[in-house]
């Protein structure tokens, strides 16, 4: 796709009020693909009075005329599922496949859901001699992260749109151009003017005017803990609803009943995936004592399937970061069984696929998120020990846990401080309820749970 050199506010593209630009790179190469404008304040402002202007009309409009707007957004979306993943594969490098499987179908799924949910949602209900209505909260500050540009703005544009709300969005500035085609698919499928509008810029700049103006009712940030908590503290003060979807260190526990080769083998696809680059990845492998020294071989074997079968990490920045990690992580005495901090290639942000066996659950690859394709295996005595070492981190995302059968696996996933955990291996679901405990964030996204994040309550007593 062509980039555009403005904003889409009001439902046209319009000029940048400023001359500053950003560089789309490819991290596959490091070749600049693009430039798109770097949004300012002024920006933000004509973008959130545009969505104010066309807040009433669009809450008003019924549901089901709601519903219909985001099917045909969905539909516009799945014409161009092919263009969604080459456009996603040029900015963040992930493999084709993986872009046209993940990151356009997923979105796609997810836009369908709230299509179905914005008809059916019971925006009214009788309580007593009450009438209690769920209204929409108003105009929605989105700020988007690059791993899956495109599924985090559908997962938040959406719930806000079926709500009745209307929304201003600032994508990562990573990954831009995802988002342009985005508001592309908007217009192309007749939302009106207004509802959606796309600022794009840097986090400092554009999101921080974003996330402080007096005009946005509700702020909703996927990305790190440290500036969800930055945000968090600027709608405190300002009275401000907020919806913070924030970083992870997710267990992926083995009880000792399990069927060890598809657990591992599971667990380590899972942090492959997307480079590593998923918040909600299963970076911390439990397995029981008697157990470990083979799981740590078939982790490092399952490991070695992907060194030409994952993309590059997003930028330098966190080229760097990640390979500072697996330093420390040898540093502090893990023992390297896969991969480590060499570049793979002469170009490109790369990372080896990467596995630590040895690691104590205090050390800091066993704490800090390290978003990238890094996998640490951690040995417990009994259950009561994997239970303390699973919920040992100030996260609490998701996790994993494995066992002969369900009813032993949910047992200990009921005992987890963690936001949403997978049974032996259990499929995505664009209708449950995505977000965290802890320092893991406030609030949830998809299903009928992410809709109501996006509504006020408001009750009449007869």
Known sequence: MKAHDGMYIGGEWRAAAGTDTIAVVNPADEQVIAHVPAGVAEDVDAAVFAAHEAFHAWAATPPAERAAKIAALRDVLVARKDEIAETVTAELGAPLQFSQMVHAGVPILVAGSYAELAASYAFEEKVGN?????????VVGAITPWNYPL?????????????????VLKPAEDTPLTAQLFAEAVH???????????????????????????????????????????????????????????????????????????AVGVGVAN??????????????????????????????????????????????????RVRGYIEKGVAEGARLVAGGPEAPRERGYFVSPTVFADVTPEMTIAQEEIFGPVVSIIRYEDEDDALRIANGTVYGLAGAVWAADDAEAVAFARRMDTGQVDINGGRFN???????????????ELGAHGLSEYLQTKSLQF
């Open 151 to 167: 599924h985090q703005i559908v997962a938040k544009v959406a719930p806000a749109l079926a709500a009745g709300c209307t929304v």
């Open 430 to 444: 664009p209708l449950a309820p995505f977000g965290g405990y802890k320092q893991s964030g406030v609030g949830r």
């Open 271 to 320: 942090v492959m995936g997307n480079s590593g680059q998923t918040c909600s990845a299963w970076t911390r492998m439990l397995v029981h004592t008697s157990q470990y020294d083979e799981a740590v071989a078939l982790a490092a074997e399952a490991a070695a399937k992907y060194g030409d079968r994952i993309g590059p990490l997003v930028n330098a920045k966190q080229h760097t």
């Open 188 to 262: 192309e499928a007749g939302i009106p003017a207004g509802v959606f509008n796309l600022v794009t810029g840097l986090g400092t700049v554009a999101g921080q005017a974003l996330a402080e103006h007096p005009g946005v009712d509700l702020v909703s940030f996927t990305g790190s803990t440290a500036v969800g908590k930055q945000i968090g503290a600027t709608a405190g003060a300002a009275v401000k609803r907020v919806a913070l979807e924030l970083g992870g260190k997710s267990a992926n526990v083995i009880l000792p009943s399990a069927d060890l080769a598809k």
């Open 130 to 138: 009450s009438t209690v209505y769920a209204e929409p909260v108003g």
